[in-house]
C-alpha cells in the first residue's frame, strides 16, 4: 500500500498568507496521478489539482500543485476567507489501487 | 452538467448488509469509471472500490470479502452492497466519478449508521 502522509497536520493563517501544504508518499507516485482536494464541512470534497500540478477547471489561480517521486506540495498564495477547509492529497497506484492522505486542516 | 446522487436507508443493524445507489445523470453510466468512497465521522477518505460497465472492477483488500458492486445501464445507476456491517462501518458514503487520473465529481454523500 503507498501511505500519503500529509503535514502538518493543522495550518493556521491568516486571509492574505501564503499555505503550504505537504503529501509525501511512502514510494514514488506517478506525478499524473497525484491529486488534491478540498472538502468544506458537510460538502463532498472538491478536485483542485490533477496530475500533480493542473488545476481542475474553475479553480482560482492562487491555487498550485508542484512535486514529483514522493514529495508533493499544495501552495494556496494569499487565502481568501473560504479556503479554509481540509484539503486531502490522493494518489492511484498499488494495491489498494486509491489512497488518500489523512488531511491537513487549514485553519484561521 | 453530471450529477450523481447517492440513496438508500440511513440506518442498517450489524451484520446485516447496507445497500446504496448512485443515480447518474449528465453522462452515461456504460462510461468511465465509477467509484463508492467512504468517510467515517471526523475521520479521513477511505477508497472502497471502482467498477465500469464492462465488468471491470476493483476493491479495497480491506474489504474485498465483503463488497459487491453492479451497474444498471437502463436506470443509468450503480449500486454498492457491503455485508456483515458492523459500527466501523458508519460513514457518509460517497459516489464519484473517476476521470483523467482524478475525482472530477462527487455526490453530495449519504450517511449510513450501523446501529441496532
Known amino acids: 500500500e503507498i501511505v500519503l502522509t500529509q503535514s502538518p497536520g493543522t495550518l493556521s493563517l491568516s486571509p492574505g498568507e501564503r499555505a503550504t501544504l505537504s503529501c509525501r508518499a511512502s514510494?514514488?507516485?506517478?506525478?499524473?496521478?497525484l491529486a488534491w482536494y478540498q472538502q468544506k464541512p458537510g460538502q463532498a470534497p472538491r478536485l483542485l489539482i490533477y496530475?500533480?500540478?493542473s488545476r481542475a477547471t474553475g479553480i482560482p489561480d492562487r491555487f498550485s500543485g508542484s512535486g514529483s517521486g514522493t514529495d508533493f506540495t499544495l501552495t494556496i498564495t494569499r487565502l481568501e476567507p473560504e479556503d479554509f477547509a481540509v484539503y486531502y492529497c490522493?494518489?492511484?497506484?498499488?494495491?489498494?489501487?486509491?489512497?488518500f492522505g489523512q488531511g491537513t486542516r487549514l485553519e484561521i | 452538467q453530471l450529477q450523481l446522487q447517492e440513496s438508500g436507508p440511513g440506518l442498517v443493524k450489524p451484520s446485516e448488509t447496507l445497500s446504496l445507489n448512485c443515480s447518474v445523470s449528465?453522462?452515461?453510466?456504460?462510461?468511465?469509471?465509477w467509484n463508492w468512497i467512504r468517510q467515517p465521522p471526523g475521520k479521513g477518505l477511505e477508497w472502497i472500490a471502482y467498477?465500469?460497465?464492462?465488468?471491470?472492477?476493483n476493491y479495497n483488500p480491506s474489504l474485498k470479502s465483503r463488497v459487491t458492486t453492479s451497474v444498471d445501464t437502463s436506470k443509468n445507476q450503480f449500486s454498492l452492497k457491503l455485508n456483515s456491517v458492523t459500527a466501523a462501518d458508519t460513514a457518509v458514503y460517497y459516489c464519484?466519478?473517476?476521470?483523467?487520473?482524478?475525482?472530477?465529481?462527487w455526490g453530495q454523500g449519504t450517511m449510513v449508521t450501523v446501529s441496532s
Open positions: 490522493q494518489q492511484r497506484g498499488g494495491s489498494p489501487p486509491v489512497t
Open positions: 464519484a466519478r473517476y476521470y483523467d487520473n482524478a475525482y472530477d465529481f
Open positions: 514510494q514514488s507516485v506517478t506525478s499524473s496521478d
Open positions: 449528465g453522462a452515461s453510466v456504460t462510461i468511465h469509471y
Open positions: 467498477l465500469h460497465s464492462s465488468g471491470n472492477t
Open positions: 496530475g500533480a500540478s
